[in-house]
T-cell receptor
Framework: GDSVTQMEGPVTLSEEACLTI???????????LFWYVQYPGEGLQLLLK???ADDKGSNKGFEATYRKETTSFHLEKGSVQVSDSAVYFC???????????WGAGTKLIIKP | NAGVMQNPRHLVRRRGQEARLRCSPM?????VYWYRQLPEEGLKFMVY????????ESGMPKERFSAEFPKEGPSILRIQQVVRGDSAAYFC?????????????FGDGTRLSIL
């Protein structure tokens, strides 16, 4: 079945460092891909999405490009801030299905 | 606040009691999804409802769990005779349409603790 694999956390970086959180997926069809962020004690917020190959989603300085050839959707940011500390989830949904399939989440800790 | 509203934020129950979790979708949304998040894990789909109808409950445990989304009022996730293993965060999401590329908007969750 479909699945999402994220790099294990926690990922600890200093402020202004570059960030990459890896996400790869397996799917039978042509999924839509999402990154959600969960701040401590809160629900999930949609960060960005891409619905077809080579699409780039971007928001709040974060970017991710839908790479069909490598089945990946890595999250990147050029310069992280302490306020970016959160858990980041990669997720997919198949064309024919509304269910979101989730990665296990990657905890990001940014130190001042 | 026009977002997805869940209540209560925290719920404590003793084994054998009932837990009722409520979710009001975003204004204008008629599609509701429930997910469960166990500690240190990602979310797992439980059930998808559209007004008055259960569309897909393939992720719901066969016993003790039920969900509804009445014509009027919030969606309710009900857990009867709770056990320790039911301790988790339960998230509700809503969408405008029930399609794969439509983003699901999430509430802040209900954190259920079973004593």
């Amino acid at each position: 079945g479909d699945s999402v694999t994220q790099m294990e956390g926690p990922v600890t970086l200093s402020e202004e460092a570059c960030l990459t959180i890896n996400c790869t997926y397996t799917a039978t069809g042509y999924p839509s891909l999402f990154w959600y962020v969960q701040y401590p004690g809160e629900g999930l917020q949609l960060l960005l999405k891409a619905t077809k190959a080579d699409d780039k989603g971007s928001n709040k300085g974060f970017e991710a490009t839908y790479r069909k050839e490598t089945t990946s959707f890595h999250l990147e940011k050029g310069s992280v801030q302490v306020s970016d500390s959160a858990v980041y989830f990669c997720a997919l949904s198949e064309d024919s299905n509304y269910q979101l399939i989730w990665g296990a989440g990657t905890k990001l800790i940014i130190k001042p | 606040n026009a977002g997805v509203m869940q209540n209560p934020r925290h719920l404590v129950r003793r084994r054998g009691q009932e837990a009722r979790l409520r979710c009001s979708p975003m204004k204008g949304h008629s599609h509701v999804y429930w997910y469960r998040q166990l500690p240190e894990e990602g979310l797992k789909f439980m059930v998808y409802l559209q007004k008055e109808n259960i569309i897909d409950e393939s992720g719901m445990p066969k016993e003790r769990f039920s969900a509804e989304f009445p014509k009027e009022g919030p969606s309710i996730l009900r857990i009867q005779q709770v056990v320790r293993g039911d301790s988790a965060a339960y998230f509700c999401a809503s969408s405008l349409m029930g399609q794969a590329n439509q983003p699901q908007h999430f509430g802040d969750g209900t954190r259920l603790s079973i004593l």
